[in-house]
């Protein structure tokens, strides 16, 4: 189990975009991740015409390191660290180091 999973509230923590929070789209190679609305790049894109693609200036997003990355937690409005436990009933989930709190409730 990952302690960042796609769908999750995040902060970036460092670089150009610290203090933006963005919901993950994809994790990529388990190191880096995607986040909506968050390293956003122009891209100069080629037109081809045999796929009828125009050419021009994109803008896309970049891969964050997943370390520059914190969950949100919304009881301290900060990014917090989080931990993995097991449940009484058998369950694997991840809870907020600060406040205890589980963060899904499967």
Excluded: C
């Excluded at 200036?57 to 964050?64: A, Y």
């Amino acid at each position: 189990m990952n302690k960042i999973i796609k769908g999750d509230d995040v902060i970036v923590l460092a670089g150009r975009d610290k203090g933006k929070r963005g919901t993950v789209l994809r994790i990529l190679n388990n190191r880096q991740v995607l986040v909506d609305s968050v390293n956003v790049v122009k891209k100069h894109v080629r037109p081809n015409p045999n796929k009828g693609e125009t050419g021009g200036i994109i803008q896309k997003e970049m891969p964050v390191a997943m370390s520059n990355v914190a969950v949100y937690n919304p009881n301290s409005n900060k990014g917090d660290r989080i931990g993995i436990k097991w449940l009484e009933d058998g369950r694997k989930v991840r809870f907020f180091k600060s406040d205890g709190e589980v963060i899904d409730q499967d």
